[in-house]
């Protein structure tokens, strides 16, 4: 009976995953937990920069406007950001001041959800807290340790913002996590005393934010003061992944300690880069839509990236292993800017052809294939935007042979091809393996097209379908059944 009992016991306490607990609070033993399948599927979130940095909503082009108290705290005469808060805002006006202005008065998370569903979006990472310390929750750490209200529920919206969001983005089927610094610049017990910063202050604060809203993804940051034994991180993810209300489902990334990029934690990360060359360790790419993550107002609509090249991007990150984290910057009452709702729906309108190409898909062997087997010296994910890519569907090359890149991705039992740009009369595929019965399909045409397997070179004979009839814009996806692409050379 007793044995019966036991057995009981510890089979409740595997249904609950407490089996699963156990990491170490030390990386040898973190490192070792794997990222879990959602996000390795997933491949595309929105990020969202929002705070009271978002009142001001400014910074010099070419930097991040979200860091505009930090920026302008440099009170020097040349110094332009102090400049504009003088000459707007005036000398005693502190960033504090601010935060009244942070009213988000026509937010609503509802219509941010049903945006972020439409474009495509799998998963929402807003900034709970950003380095300057406000808390989107109502964060009773941040008020304490300021002195003052310091959180959205205190002044400004006096709402959750966190919760709102979280109960929206859900309810749309779409993972929430959210985004948090580590460190805050002018926290006074930051300035005077790191170690019990740390324990006094951050430690608490990112226990209270995991537990109110259990996030699929923490996108953690700042952490580049100190070594990740002075954040005590071990012990934090320790008790994130053992412990938490979100310790099956949480990925992390690999901002931990000043050490820890591309080292230590969960998925790679990049920004404003060109990402990783392949699948070898999971990785995300993050950038806003122009320079900045935040709002800045400075820029005009030609520092956006067009939404084909938001598109190209998605497709190259995601050949090469790897998932787009695309930024907006909401405005201080919450409205997303309508030039990047219009952004996020034209991706959105490509994927609801094409997201079978994309979501759930693997490295497959080689990110990228040019007709003449080379690739040109560059840098991975520039290529696609500079390198000479028809521009119109229909516009095809003088001998009606494709000569531009084509993009890699499979699942099992199948192989896409991604074209940048329409192929012309023929898509030629080199250093493919493909049945020579595959029902070779174009994505959003019904039926299959003419496909001819010689050796190692697959042609596909393109449909006449002329510009209007294209099912899509900027990129077209071909499903091989049973297709191999060889290993890359």
């Known amino acids: ?235 934090l993810l320790a008790w994130l992944f053992n412990e938490s209300p979100c310790k099956d489902e949480v990925v992390i990334n690999d901002r931990w300690g000043k050490e820890c990029r591309h080292k230590h934690g969960g998925y790679w990360t990049t920004e404003y880069a060109a990402g990783l060359k392949d699948a070898s360790h999971p990785w995300e790419e993050s950038r806003g839509m122009a320079f900045s993550y935040g709002l800045n107002r400075a820029e005009r609509v030609g520092d956006y990236k067009t939404g084909r090249e938001f598109i190209l991007t998605l497709v190259d990150l995601v050949s090469r292993g790897g998932n787009l984290l695309l930024d907006i910057g909401p405005a201080a009452d919450g409205t997303i800017p309508p030039l990047m709702e219009q952004r996020l729906l034209e991706i959105g309108d490509w994927l609801k052809v094409n997201g079978e190409a994309i979501y759930g898909t693997r490295f497959a062997g080689r990110a990228c294939q040019w007709t003449d087997g080379k690739l040109p010296e560059q840098k991975f994910g520039e290529y696609m935007i500079k390198y000479n890519l028809m521009d119109q569907v229909g516009q095809a090359p003088k001998d009606g042979v494709a000569v531009k890149q084509v993009f890699f991705t499979k699942k099992p039992g199948a192989l896409y091809a991604i074209t940048a740009g329409w192929p012309g009369k023929r898509l030629v595929l080199r250093d493919i393996k493909a049945p020579g019965d595959a029902a070779v399909t174009m994505l959003g045409i019904d039926g299959a097209l003419k496909a001819k397997s010689d050796g190692a070179t697959l042609t596909i004979t393109m449909p006449d379908l002329g510009p209007e009839g294209a099912p899509c814009r900027h990129a077209f996806a071909f499903k091989i059944p049973g297709g191999e692409v060889a290993a890359e050379k």
């Open 1 to 235: 009976m007793r044995m019966r009992l036991l057995l009981a016991i510890l089979g409740a306490l595997c249904a609950g995953g407490v089996a699963g607990a156990g990491y170490e609070a030390k990386w040898e033993s973190l490192d070792k937990r794997p990222t879990p399948e959602w996000f390795l599927d997933a491949k595309f979130g929105v990020f969202i920069h929002w705070g009271v940095y978002s009142v001001p909503a400014w910074g010099k082009v070419g930097e991040y406007a979200e860091w505009y108290w930090q920026k302008m705290s440099n009170k020097k005469p040349e110094n332009v950001w102090w400049q504009f808060h003088r000459r707007n805002y005036g000398e005693d006006f502190d960033y504090k001041d601010f935060a009244p202005r942070f009213t988000a008065e026509l937010f609503d998370a509802a219509q941010w959800a049903s945006l972020f569903k439409r474009a495509g979006v799998r998963y929402v990472v807003p900034t709970s807290k950003h380095h300057e310390g406000f808390c989107l929750w109502p964060s009773a750490e941040a008020s304490r340790a300021w002195g003052r209200p310091w959180n959205a529920a205190e002044i400004g919206p006096m709402r959750d913002l966190m919760d709102e969001l979280a109960k929206a983005t859900r309810a749309e089927g779409l993972k929430f996590g959210f985004y948090y610094s580590l460190y805050e610049w002018f926290n006074p017990l930051w300035l005077s005393d790191k170690p019990r910063y740390v324990s006094e202050h951050m430690f608490p604060q990112f226990k209270d934010v995991v537990t109110r809203y259990k996030p699929a993804i923490i996108f953690s940051d700042g952490e580049w003061d100190l070594p990740s034994k002075e954040w005590k991180s071990e012990e």
